[in-house]
């Protein structure tokens, strides 16, 4: 009897890798007492990535390469800093705000991938994409002052999740 291998599909293969890497930060998180909480919020990350790698089969090799180090860059720093506030004494604030504000940049970095590869694909849109691009940048602006000012509240917290919600709004692929 043959076999007949085929290629595996680059998108299921590349959703995968993100898949692994996501879930071995949360398996990396589960001696921690906050658990539960970090598992939560990877999980929901992941469900993000993978609504924004939606055509990550159009991204150049390379691209991806450089993406992937980048996320596992990410997700490592989340490991020390989960790490880092879930020691005793640590009343959870910090790691909500460690959490938030982790997975928001990994998630727009997945969207910035999927916006480059929408625009190496169909021309039309271009205007739109330049919106959301503009969407990402200004959410990225502003989780980077919400992590290193004392105005890290939950407001603002919530206005940064507004422009995020926009971003996945409008990156829809049709």
């Known amino acids: 009897m043959t076999t007949i291998s085929s290629s595996p599909d680059p998108r299921e293969h590349r959703l995968a890798e993100v898949t692994r890497a996501v879930r071995a930060a949360a398996d990396g998180a589960s001696d921690t007492r906050a658990a539960g909480r970090v598992r ?4 929901t990350l992941l469900t993000h990535l993978v609504r924004a790698h939606d055509r990550c089969q159009d991204v150049v090799d390379q691209d991806w390469a450089d993406y992937r180090a980048r996320l596992d860059i990410g997700l490592d720093d989340l490991r020390t800093e989960i790490a880092r506030t879930t020691d005793p004494g640590d009343d959870g604030a910090e790691l909500e705000k460690v959490l938030f504000v982790h ?23 271009a205007q739109d994409r330049r919106n959301v691009h503009e969407l990402v940048t200004y959410a990225a602006r502003e989780l980077d002052t919400y992590s290193r000012d004392g105005g890290a509240t939950a407001e603002r917290a919530e206005d940064i999740d507004r422009i995020i919600e926009s971003v996945r709004a409008e990156s829809a692929t049709p």
């Open 40 to 43: 939560a919020a990877l999980d």
């Open 103 to 125: 997975c928001s940049r990994l998630e727009l970095d997945g969207w910035r991938l999927h916006l480059d590869a929408v625009a190496h694909g169909a021309g039309d849109g």
